[in-house]
């Protein structure tokens, strides 16, 4: 099952940011609004690896028919909301089941 993923908010902790990390010129690709297709639970080209290993249990859940996370969490069963690792600057991201679900998938995810 294909999973859309939509780039929805990035929040910047300039505190943060300021008082523990290393300057650097470049952290992050992705910009609000971009959308991916997960196919099966896998890595959308061009998405980023660290966000990945945010995102992709989520994914991979609703690649299988799972919904109902956390027992009613999101207004959409079929959908989560999940944001990236990064303690200064995550972005959020919106994932959603595609197509359509047989009365036998699905499931609560804890």
């Known amino acids: 099952m ?15 940011m300021a008082r523990y990390e290393n300057p650097i010129e470049h952290a992050c690709d992705m910009t609000v609004g971009q959308e991916w ?3 099966d639970g896998q890595r959308p080209e061009g998405f980023c690896p660290t966000a990945w290993e945010s995102v992709a249990p989520f994914a991979i ?5 799972e ?4 027992d009613g969490w999101m207004r959409n069963p079929r959908s989560a909301m999940v944001s990236c690792n990064d303690g200064f600057r995550p972005m959020s991201f919106y994932l959603e089941a595609q197509g359509k ?9 804890s």
């Open 101 to 109: 679900q047989s009365p036998d998938d699905g499931g609560n995810v």
């Open 67 to 70: 919904s109902n996370f956390f």
């Open 2 to 16: 294909k999973v859309r993923i939509t780039s929805v908010r990035q929040t910047e902790y300039t505190d943060l």
């Open 61 to 65: 859940a609703l690649a299988r028919g």
């Open 37 to 39: 297709v997960s196919v």
